[in-house]
Antibody
Framework: EVQLVESGGGLVQPGGSLRLSCAAS????????MTWVRQTPGKGLEWVTA????????YYADSVKGRFTISRDNSKNTVFLQMSSLRAEDTAVYYC??????????????WGQGTLVTVSS | EIVLTQSPASLSLSPGERVTLSCRAS??????LGWYQQKPGQAPRLLIY???KRATGIPARFSGSGSGTDFTLTISSLEPEDFAVYYC?????????FGQGTRLEIK
């Protein structure tokens, strides 16, 4: 069974940094692209970033480009989201999700439970 | 960026009724469109991918159709557990985008 467990969320001041982690199990981690999707409280879904299975290719939404970095450690079955220069509008629940296949731009049949990031002074 | 516009924004129906939700793309996404269901406090659940293919474990009452710019998700007979928010998602172009959602409420 695929399991994705996010951690690292919390309260951070504007301009601060935070690193989210997503520990994966139940599948061959390096075979699948991974993504982060966020959801503002009470609002819709926003794709944030994706990384290929090897970790060599990464893609970002314009809203986070230059501030967020996705990476993965295939030896530890973990994907990371390093967030810096955080803004109030980055406040959201952040979900990690596993791609359906090998494509980086894909559908997402497996999701974590989400971790809340609150950016506030 | 491809904008996905879902309609209606919300609707109220009764169990047993048939419902069709719409998702329109600002430019063609071919058949690269999926549908998700999200219940309060839960992560999204993939229902449909490639416009019309049911994801693993999804009941047959859920069906998808469309190509290009116009897509629909149909639930043939609503069950109590189907009342949720539904999102469409395109994977045709970067950035991946989601529609704003349709809230399906019990009448």
């Amino acid at each position: 069974e695929v399991q994705l467990v996010e951690s690292g969320g919390g309260l951070v001041q504007p301009g601060g940094s935070l690193r989210l982690s997503c520990a994966a199990s139940g599948f061959t981690f390096s075979d699948y692209a991974m993504t982060w999707v966020r959801q503002t409280p009470g609002k819709g879904l926003e794709w944030v970033t994706a990384v290929s299975g090897s970790g060599t290719s990464a893609y970002y939404a314009d809203s986070v480009k230059g501030r967020f970095t996705i990476s993965r450690d295939n030896s530890k079955n973990t994907v990371f989201l390093q967030m810096s220069s955080l803004r109030a509008e980055d406040t959201a629940v952040y979900y990690c999700a596993k791609a359906a296949g090998v494509l980086t731009r894909d559908y997402y049949p497996s999701w974590g439970q989400g971790t809340l990031v609150t950016v506030s002074s | 960026e491809i904008v996905l516009t879902q309609s209606p924004a919300s609707l109220s129906l009764s169990p047993g009724e048939r419902v069709t939700l719409s998702c329109r793309a600002s430019q063609s996404v071919s058949s690269h469109l999926g549908w998700y269901q999200q219940k309060p406090g839960q992560a999204p659940r993939l229902l449909i991918y490639d416009a019309s293919k049911r994801a693993t474990g999804i009941p047959a009452r859920f069906s998808g159709s469309g190509s290009g710019t116009d897509f629909t998700l149909t639930i043939s007979s609503l069950e109590p557990e189907d009342f949720a928010v539904y999102y469409c998602q395109q994977r045709s172009n970067w950035p991946i985008t989601f529609g704003q959602g349709t809230r399906l409420e019990i009448k």
